[in-house]
């Protein structure tokens, strides 16, 4: 696992966007997998704002989802697809076409979320996956105690969760219960995991995942068993690290030709 402090968020985006940008120019039709939330919207638009220069051409490039809402109706504003729409494949030039992702209304769930997990596969893998961290470790919706083999299945949110993401609906009562998400091993297939962190919310939880033990109360602690995992977090989201200034460090020395 690589661990990169960066200053704040904006260079954390700027950071992970040219990353993005450098596989694309690599593999044109790479399949790029997004998170939803606050955190990553600085990424987006580093990218987009790459793209609008003609610094990369994106128009071959793949977008998946990593969880969806169960229950939202179509169209909803706040289902995760429509938020990646919006804020991720409009911006980037992209149609509809060039989206994957798990049916939130489906009567029968199971049967969708092992319907998106042969679809990733299907569609060659994850070339690189967004990933966030919850206040309690979690990635995607994998809640702490989620199993680590786990792979794209319904899960109940814990009141933490549903109240951290409050903020984007009219009140707590409209935020689902149930999630489809992508399961722990379903993420760990990705050939490049790259998480973001920022602000001091993050800072306990970002330690645990990085420097404790690979454990199901810490979702995101999976990270350390991945070949090609990068975490980036600001300085405020660092603030716990015993390692800080080892991983400060290792960056600074880390050769150019190596990327992130």
């Known amino acids: 696992m690589e661990v990169v402090i960066v200053p704040d968020a904006r260079a954390g985006g700027e950071l992970i966007a040219e990353a993005i940008a450098a596989l694309v120019r690599r593999k044109p039709d790479a399949l790029l997998g997004v998170a939803t939330g606050s955190t990553p919207l600085p990424i987006y638009e580093a990218l987009a704002a790459k793209v609008r220069a003609g610094a990369v051409d994106a128009s071959r490039a793949r977008i998946c989802q990593l969880d969806e809402y169960v229950g939202l109706p179509a169209g909803h504003p706040e289902s995760y697809r429509s938020v990646v729409l919006r804020e991720v494949v409009e911006p980037l030039g992209l149609g509809e076409d060039s989206f994957l992702g798990p049916d939130g209304t489906a009567q029968d769930v199971p049967a969708a979320c092992e319907a998106y997990d042969r679809a990733l596969g299907e569609a060659g893998g994850v070339d690189l996956q967004l990933l966030g961290i919850?206040?309690?470790?979690?990635?995607?919706?994998?809640e702490p105690c989620s199993s680590l083999a786990s792979r794209t299945r319904i899960k109940t949110l814990t009141q933490q969760t549903r109240e951290d993401n409050a903020r984007f609906f009219d009140s707590l009562d409209e935020v689902p219960h149930h999630v489809i998400t992508q399961g722990i091993g379903t993420i760990l297939e990705a050939r490049h995991l790259v998480l973001l962190a920022t602000g001091e919310g993050k800072a306990d939880a970002v330690a645990h995942a990085?420097?404790?033990?690979?454990?199901?109360?810490?979702?995101?602690?999976a990270l350390?068993?991945?070949?090609?995992?990068?975490?980036?977090?600001?300085?405020?989201?660092?603030?716990?690290?015993?390692?800080?200034d080892y991983f400060r460090a290792t960056y600074a020395a880390k050769p150019e030709w190596q990327g992130l």
């Open 210 to 221: 990085v420097e404790g033990p690979v454990a199901a109360l810490v979702p995101a602690s």
């Open 224 to 244: 350390q068993l991945h070949p090609h995992a990068t975490v980036v977090v600001d300085e405020a989201a660092a603030a716990k690290l015993k390692l800080a």
């Open 134 to 142: 919850g206040t309690d470790g979690h990635i995607g919706f994998n």
